[in-house]
C-alpha cells in the first residue's frame, strides 16, 4: 500500500468566508499517493473476479464465495491475491475436517473396542454364539455386514437383545415323558388318587 500523506494548513482567522472552510476541508483530506502515468485508470476501474479458479467440488454460486468476492472487492484485493487466499482458506479447511476425522475414527475405534470388553464380561462364549445365530436369523447378510462394519455387532445392548430372540425362536426340543412305564391301561385312581367316586 501506498503511504498517505497529509497536508495542514494554518487555521483561517474569524472573518474567512464560506468558500475557505470548504477549500480548508479539502486540504485536509490525504494526498493521492503519487503514481505512474497511466495507472490511474486500472486502480479505479473494478478488479475482475471471474478468473478466480476453485477446486473441485467448489461451486462458483456458493452463498460464501458470493461473500468472500464482497469482502475482495470492498477491501480491493488483487485477484491474484484473492486466489492464494482461496488457495490458503480451502487447504487450512481440508487439514481441519482431515483431523476432524481421524478423531472421530479413533473415538469410534475406541468405544467399540470398550463395547466389546463389556460383552465378553457380561456373556459367556454360549451366549455370544446364540446371539450370533439369533442375528443371522433375524438380519440378512448385507445388514449383518453394515452392523458389523460400524461396530454395532459389540454392543451389549445388541447382543443382549440378540440373546433374548435366540431365546426365543430356538429349535424345540423333545421332552420325554413316562409313559410306557406299567402295563398298558391306565389305571384311574392313579390319575385322580383324591377323588372319592370309587
Known amino acids: 500500500m501506498a503511504d ?3 497536508t495542514i494548513t494554518p487555521a483561517p482567522e474569524a472573518d474567512t468566508a464560506p468558500e475557505t472552510a470548504a477549500v480548508r476541508e479539502r486540504e485536509l483530506q490525504p494526498a493521492p499517493a503519487s503514481a505512474e502515468p497511466g495507472t490511474e485508470a486500472t486502480a479505479t476501474a473494478p478488479a475482475d473476479y471471474s478468473g478466480l479458479a476453485l477446486p473441485d467440488g467448489y461451486r462458483a454460486d456458493d452463498p460464501v464465495f458470493g461473500e468472500a468476492i464482497k469482502l475482495f472487492e470492498g477491501e480491493k484485493i488483487a485477484p491474484e491475491t484473492a486466489q492464494r487466499l482461496i488457495d490458503f482458506t480451502i ?4 487439514e481441519i475436517a482431515r483431523a476432524v476425522n481421524d478423531h472421530s475414527a479413533a473415538s469410534w475405534t475406541k ?3 470398550e463395547w466389546r470388553a463389556t460383552a465378553e464380561k457380561e456373556f459367556s462364549p454360549e451366549a455370544l454364539g446364540n446371539a450370533r445365530t439369533a442375528l443371522a436369523r433375524v438380519f440378512d447378510r448385507q445388514t449383518i ?3 458389523e462394519s460400524l461396530g454395532f455387532t459389540n454392543h451389549p445392548g445388541l447382543i443382549r437383545g440378540m440373546v433374548k430372540v435366540a431365546n426365543a425362536i430356538k429349535d424345540d426340543s423333545f421332552v420325554g415323558g413316562n409313559a410306557g412305564r406299567g402295563s398298558g391301561a391306565m389305571d384311574p385312581k392313579s390319575l385322580y388318587p383324591n377323588s372319592q367316586h370309587n
Do not use: M, V
Open 111 to 113: 468405544q467399540t473396542g
Open 145 to 147: 455386514a453394515y452392523l
Open 91 to 94: 487447504e487450512r479447511d481440508k
Open 4 to 6: 498517505t500523506i497529509y
